[in-house]
């Protein structure tokens, strides 16, 4: 039995993940935090799983309530938004937000995503290395969604700082986390309230238009709402910038298929490949927490009410009774119905967004600094494992340095 959650495993989890399919396909265990639970790794039980209303995702049917660690758990009001609550208040949030944060609005905001990957790229491309988790990943889905809320420009450097934060301490229940927290969802409250009396053409106005048969969303639950867009679209789109440009990096043919199709101006092989490495590498490892609410089977095994259920997305994306050579990178992989963004219901409100960032950023990237390379020895790269996500804690990169394109 492979240790899991340890450092080693963090830096690669995948054989682990093929121990556990083959052998404890559904297996119980201790997290790190203590608390004992479910890790579903086969792909047909995964996604099973993630569509059974059984398993809600509302915190008080665990069994020891208050014990699960979720960040924030304890900040009432804030927690209560999609990935804490089941139908029907999740169809009812669901359907309100899904009138303001549509793909059209994202479609829409196309050409300033492309503005800030290049200004971000314009800040190191003098310069012949960079590390692009701090100088590219990290700030690009801080600063795309502070932009599409409304976050007024003067204010954004705060969120950077504040997700900066919450990262570090990966997302721990711990102190600075908490008054973070608190810090956002003062600032939040305070600027959806001035937003109310002065409506714009951003997604935080298109939220308080929002409306459904007369239903509105109420204050507290913009401000969750405005609260989960942020931190659901950040760390992920780190992890997709950062996974999938060094996932890139070490699998040179691929890269090459990708920069002679980019150069061609096909983006066939850009889309398909976004989602393959979405599939291979993702950067949510396992899915948000789930509660059995009554006695269950999945894949034969018997889960007892109360118990949670944590679905292993990484875990399932390489099922070789799903995919054929799980393991081989393959941008132009057809059939390829990962789970990455998870199923169901709670499928992942912001896929279009984050499939705008992720194509944007690695178009741009092997397009401007097209002899780009790593400028550290694998092994000697860290990875950070928190529970739900995995990604880099740096990524050094080499290029030939070239002349910002915005002057
Ligand atoms: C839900 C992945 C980016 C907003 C989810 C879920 C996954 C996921 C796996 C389902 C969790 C579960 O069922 O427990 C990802 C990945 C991303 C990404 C891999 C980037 C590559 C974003 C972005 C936003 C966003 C950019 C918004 C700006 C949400 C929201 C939910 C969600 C609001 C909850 C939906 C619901 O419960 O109805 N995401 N996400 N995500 N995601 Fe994403």
Not at 256 to 261: P, R
Not at 314 to 322: E, I, L, N, V
Request: net charge negative.
């Amino acid at each position: 039995m492979p240790a899991l959650f340890s450092w080693e495993f963090a830096s690669d989890p995948y054989p682990a993940y093929a121990w556990l399919r083959e052998h404890a396909p559904v297996h119980r265990t201790t997290l790190p935090s203590g608390v004992e639970a479910w890790l579903v790794t086969r792909y047909a039980d995964a996604r099973q799983a993630l569509a059974d209303q059984r398993l809600s995702k509302n915190p008080v049917h665990h069994a020891e309530p208050g014990k699960t660690g979720i960040p924030g758990e304890r900040s009432a009001g804030l927690m209560t938004h999609l990935l804490n609550i089941d139908p029907p208040d999740h169809t009812r949030l669901r359907r309100l937000v899904s009138k303001a944060f549509t793909p059209r609005r994202v479609a829409a905001f196309a050409p300033r995503v492309q503005e800030l990957t290049d200004r971000l790229i314009d800040g190191f491309a003098g310069r012949g290395s960079a590390d692009l988790i701090h100088e590219f990943a990290f700030p690009l889905p801080i600063y795309a969604i502070c932009d599409m809320l409304g976050v007024p420009a003067e204010d954004q450097d705060d969120f950077r700082d504040w997700a900066g934060m919450m990262i570090r301490h990966g997302g721990g229940p711990r102190g600075g986390v908490a008054r973070s927290v608190k810090k956002i969802r003062g600032y939040l409250a305070e600027l959806i309230h001035r937003k109310r009396g002065d409506l714009g053409d951003d997604l935080i106005s298109g939220l308080i238009r929002a409306s459904d048969h007369g239903d509105h969303l109420t204050e507290a639950e913009a401000v969750a709402m405005c609260f989960v867009l942020l931190f659901a679209g950040f760390e992920t789109t780190i992890n997709l910038i950062g996974n999938g440009t060094y996932a890139l990096l070490r699998h040179p043919e691929q890269r090459a298929l990708l920069q002679s199709s980019l150069a061609a101006g096909e983006t066939g092989l850009l889309e398909t490949g976004v989602e393959e490495l979405l599939r291979y590498d993702g950067p949510v490892e396992l899915a948000t927490w789930r509660y059995a609410t009554t006695g269950l089977t999945i894949g034969g095994q018997p889960i007892p009410a109360g118990d949670p259920v944590l679905v292993v997305l990484a875990a399932a994306d390489r099922d070789p009774d799903r995919f054929g050579a799980p393991d081989t990178l393959d941008l132009a992989r057809k059939d390829n119905q990962h789970l990455g963004y998870g199923h169901g219901i709670h499928y992942c409100l912001g896929a279009p967004l984050a499939r705008l960032e992720g194509q944007t950023a690695l178009a741009t990237l092997l397009t401007r600094l097209p002899d780009l390379r790593l400028g550290a020895d694998p092994d000697e790269l860290r990875w950070r494992g928190g529970l739900i996500m995995r990604g880099l804690r740096t990524l050094p990169v080499e290029f030939t340095p070239s002349a910002p394109r915005h002057g």
